[in-house]
């Protein structure tokens, strides 16, 4: 017989999820400025290489430069980013020595040229669609006078 789950866990489930994760503050600026700014960067991060190719750090601060700022890739962020572009072939590397010092240098594939062109699209229809949703929630709303959705 299999008994239905009530919700609670027991002591070893517990001790085996560890501490309980934080709950985002979605009513939190910094929660939607971090999420929209970890998928920016990958889009950037598209962008600036597309342009040329460079190494982890031009790329850091090619997306600093072009977003001004807005989007600003750590070292944290950056070359997991660049090898799981590169493992999923929209990238490839080569070594090549920079300032005496050996470097990977990365460049976009055909299929990461493809995939920048998909992203743009994708993001210009985001985009359209928030401004859209903008104006209409600043339409009068019929539960209330304020505007607001």
């Given at each position: 017989m299999v008994e239905a789950y009530n919700g609670t866990m027991t002591p070893v489930a517990r001790s085996l999820r560890g501490a309980p994760r934080p709950t985002p503050d979605y009513a939190s600026r910094g929660y939607?400025?971090?999420?929209?700014?970890?998928?920016?960067?990958?889009?950037?991060?598209?962008?600036v290489l597309h342009q040329r190719p460079m190494h982890g750090y031009e790329v850091v601060q090619a997306?600093?430069?072009?977003?001004?700022?807005?989007?600003?890739?750590?070292e944290g962020t950056i070359y997991p980013m660049?090898?799981?572009f590169e493992a999923n072939g929209l990238l490839a590397?080569?070594?090549?020595?920079?300032q005496g010092?050996?470097?990977?240098?990365?460049?976009?594939?055909?299929?990461?040229?493809?995939?920048?062109?998909?992203?743009v699209q994708a993001w210009l229809e985001a985009t359209d669609c928030i401004l859209a949703s903008?104006?209409?929630?600043?339409?009068?709303?019929?539960?209330?006078?304020?505007?607001c959705c």
């Open positions: 939607w400025q971090g999420t929209i700014k970890m998928s920016l960067s990958k889009f950037f991060v598209l962008r997306v600093e430069k072009t977003t001004r700022g807005c989007c600003s890739p750590t660049l090898n799981d590397a080569r070594l090549e020595t920079v010092r050996e470097r990977k240098v990365y460049a976009l594939t055909r299929r990461g040229r493809d995939a920048f062109r998909v992203a903008r104006a209409a929630s600043q339409a009068p709303h019929p539960d209330g006078p304020d505007g």
